[in-house]
């Protein structure tokens, strides 16, 4: 069965540091889709950043960036120069390319302190 | 653009009570799809569609049911309702393109079940 773990429930950095969150995933397929889902106290979900598995290239969006480790079926989530508004619940999800099912994780609370 | 619209946002039912859940979305896209939240877990799959007319079953479908007769909307609903089903329901849509692309939630149903 396909699983995502997140292994860090909690996470707290002051304002302005970088911050490292990890997932990993389990799957025998090699063609798949990595995301990164940010949900704030609003209970919005918005995407923060995806990645192809077929790209080699980690992905960037501003102050996000990804660790891609296809090999070790790492994702994990870098955030310089965090922010209070980065303050939210953080969700790695995969999909297959054989199929729909987006595949979560349970989720890393991540606290920017002033 | 309203993008994905859930009503209501907050319901509170009493065990065997039925009620619908309402998504809209004015993306016309082909693909939406229904989730529970629960506390400590990642966002679990109830029923999927992929254009109108067209239903499956995801990861946790058992108490629910779908139709899709337009491709605006995709109401869930709950038939008998269950104390288990106490969670917050989460629609999206995603355009056809391809799994690579990212889902549109909308802002999500809290429902209690007493």
């Known amino acids: 069965a396909q699983t995502v773990t997140q292994s860090q429930p909690e996470m707290s950095v002051q304002e302005a540091e970088t911050v490292t969150l990890s997932c990993t995933y389990d799957?025998?397929?090699?063609?798949?889709?990595l995301f990164w889902y940010k949900q704030p106290p609003s209970r919005q979900m918005i995407l923060v950043i995806r990645?192809?598995?077929?790209k080699q290239q980690n992905a960037t969006e501003n102050r996000f960036s990804v660790n891609f480790q296809k090999a070790a079926k790492s994702f994990s989530l870098k955030i310089s120069d965090s922010q209070l508004g980065d303050t939210a619940m953080y969700f790695c999800a995969f999909v297959m390319d054989s199929n729909y099912q987006l595949i979560w994780g349970a989720g890393t609370k991540l606290i920017i302190k002033p | 653009n309203a993008g994905v619209t859930q009503t209501p946002k907050f319901q509170v039912l009493k065990t065997g009570q039925s009620m619908t859940l309402q998504c809209a979305q004015d993306m016309n896209h082909e693909y939406m799809s229904w989730y529970r939240q629960d506390p400590g877990m990642g966002l679990r799959l109830i029923h999927y569609?992929?254009?109108?007319?067209?239903?499956d079953q995801g990861e946790v479908p058992n108490g629910y049911n779908v139709s899709r007769s337009t491709t605006e909307d995709f109401p869930l609903r709950l038939l008998s309702a269950a104390p288990s089903q106490t969670s917050v329901y989460f629609c999206?849509?995603?355009?056809?393109?391809?799994?690579?692309?990212?889902?549109?939630f909308g802002d999500g149903t809290r429902l209690s079940i007493l």
């Open positions: 990645q192809e598995a077929y």
């Open positions: 799957t025998s397929e090699s063609n798949y889709y």
């Open positions: 999206a849509s995603r355009e056809t393109g391809g799994n690579n692309q990212p889902q549109h």
């Open positions: 569609s992929v254009g109108a007319g067209i239903t």
